[in-house]
């Protein structure tokens, strides 16, 4: 499998994964579109690359003090999931803390140890 690379995105980039959101699930994208656009504005908007392809995934993060670093938001387009990209995202931003889980995220949060 070729390497996962977890990178802050540009706003180019940002509306890009906006639209694969909005094309998977209209509802999750009215829930969570407010987040991730705030989460750009402050810089706190990662997302994923596979061979210098970005994935239909992305996470934004919260420093909750100097070693703490907290999943606000973990989204990953449902034809890729099982792939390792939210556990990528997970280990290389080295998030400690995670709350507030989107339903059906339950096992992923528990096989991780959240």
Known sequence: ?????????????????????????????????????????????????RSAVLMPALCTVIEDGPCSIEANMIWVHPSYRRQGLGRALIEQLKITKAENFLPGSELFWQALGF
């Open 1 to 49: 499998m070729d390497e996962l690379v977890v990178t802050w995105i540009s706003d180019e980039e940002f509306w890009e994964l906006m639209e694969q959101m909005k094309s998977a699930n209209e509802e999750t994208f009215e829930c969570i579109s407010q987040a991730m656009w705030l989460s750009q504005q402050t810089d706190s908007l990662y997302g994923i690359y």
